[in-house]
């Protein structure tokens, strides 16, 4: 039932746009596994092998931390409403932290939100679409506006501090691109 696909088709990137939540899975050479679901108008389509999405600071930095290891990346969109589907990017990722010149150019496909920390970009090598047959109906209510509102209520020098202590390690010790830049700046 799976088709295996060299790049993103443009019934793909359809898909993905009309998905209201995407999952990124990635994992060092040891330690846990992640998945992370992300919400929010945060995921781009830059060209038919590369995608980036807008990282907004969380609990953890887990897929930070393992791009720094092993750069591997998966993508994952389904289909809760209309006709099924599951959808998966698999790529090589690299972080790009703000005050870049990559992050320059990359930052113009955003808009940028309360909290973000940095952009996770991904050179896609397979795309692969499932049948998603098994995976339930649901309905869309709305974004969740509270991670948003956190970050604002914070403000941008708590947000400093929390991601030097939430965000510069993984759960597996794995240093983050972002908590060298942040002891760096120190």
């Not at 930070?64 to 998966?74: D, G, K, Q």
């Not at 993508?75 to 006709?83: A, D, E, P, T, V």
């Not at 020098?157 to 760096?184: F, Q």
Request: charged share 25%; hydrophobic share 35%; aromatic share 10%.
């Amino acid at each position: 039932m799976g088709t295996v696909y060299d790049s993103i088709q443009p019934d793909h990137e359809q898909f993905i746009k009309e998905q209201k939540m995407f999952f990124v899975g990635s994992a060092a050479a040891t330690g846990h596994v992640n998945i992370s679901p992300k919400g929010h108008d945060v995921f781009r389509i830059l060209s038919p092998n590369k995608v980036a999405y807008l990282d907004l600071t969380g609990s953890g930095n887990e897929t930070s931390a393992h791009i720094t290891e092993s750069n591997r990346l998966t993508f994952m969109f389904m289909s809760f409403q209309g006709k099924p589907l599951i959808l998966r990017l698999y790529g090589n990722g690299r972080v790009v932290l703000p005050n870049t010149e990559e992050w320059n150019k990359l930052v113009t496909h955003f808009e940028l939100m309360p909290g973000y920390r940095q952009i996770i970009v991904s050179d896609i090598e397979i795309v692969k679409t499932s049948c998603g047959f098994s995976v339930p109906l649901y309905s869309f209510e709305g974004e969740r506006d509270v991670l948003l509102k956190w970050a604002v209520n914070k403000g941008e020098e708590k947000l400093i501090e929390y991601r030097k202590n939430k965000n510069s390690l993984s759960m597996d010790g794995i240093m983050t691109p972002l908590g060298v830049s942040l002891a760096e700046d120190e």
